[in-house]
């Protein structure tokens, strides 16, 4: 069974500041992970994804995640943090068919002026 | 390129009542999934179709809970009769090509039930 671990219901971070998003997988086949973001009264939207090529993946909006086998872990990394990257963050694992995707409770970020 | 469209945004209504929620996914998508999301229990998902067909709705909560989709584009979530604790945010995503595991997510339906 596939499950998903977002550590930290909500992080706060000062604009400017280094974003760190922490999610672990645990999964019994190769996975496929995913960020997604959430705006208020949205929908979720695709950041980025793995899919088994590079291990370091880059996304939209200038985040990236790390794909660490030996730690299971798919942690979400941005250098800069901006007012507008105030969201809240879904880790999310799938199949490699891609339609029973697992998402994490997911993290509220807030950034700071 | 229109999104997943949704309808409607927003549903109040009395328990006991029927409530239909509405989703036309991405044109050429081949997947369509219905989520639901509260703050207990996040993000559910409660049936995925593919190509028109239901392939999975171990996710639906009960029998009052049902799914259509008649076509590639177009879906209904029923809910008859509705309760309570039914209130949550319903979301519609679809993907689609092979391989494609992408989701693209609707808006969202806010649903209070009285």
């Known amino acids: 069974a596939q499950s998903v671990t977002q550590l930290g219901s909500h992080v706060s971070v000062s604009e400017g500041a280094l974003v760190l998003l922490r999610c672990n997988y645990s999964s019994s086949v190769p996975p496929y992970l995913f960020w997604y973001v959430q705006y208020p009264n949205q929908g979720l939207q695709l950041l980025l994804k793995y899919t088994s090529a590079a291990t370091l993946v880059k996304g939209i909006n200038g985040f990236e995640a790390e794909f660490k086998k030996s730690e299971t872990s798919f942690h979400l990394t941005k250098p800069s943090a901006h007012m507008s990257d105030a969201a809240e963050y879904f880790c999310a694992v799938s199949d490699t068919g891609g339609f029973k995707t697992i998402f994490g409770a997911g993290t509220r970020l807030f950034v700071k002026a | 390129d229109a999104g997943v469209i949704q309808s409607p945004r927003h549903e109040v209504t009395e328990m006991g009542q029927e409530v239909t929620l509405r989703c036309k996914p991405i044109?050429?998508?081949?997947?369509l999934f219905w989520y639901r999301q509260t703050m207990m229990r996040g993000l559910e998902l409660l049936i995925y179709?593919?190509?028109?067909?239901?392939?999975?709705d171990s996710g639906m909560p009960e029998d009052r809970f049902s799914a259509k989709m008649p076509n590639a584009s177009f879906s209904t979530l029923k809910i008859q009769p509705s309760e309570p604790r039914d209130s949550a945010v319903y979301f519609c995503?679809?993907?689609?090509?092979?391989?494609?595991?992408?989701?693209?997510f609707g808006d969202g339906t806010r649903l209070s039930i009285l």
């Open positions: 179709f593919n190509n028109n067909v239901p392939i999975d």
């Open positions: 995503a679809s993907s689609g090509g092979q391989g494609a595991v992408d989701k693209h």
């Open positions: 044109s050429g998508h081949n997947s």
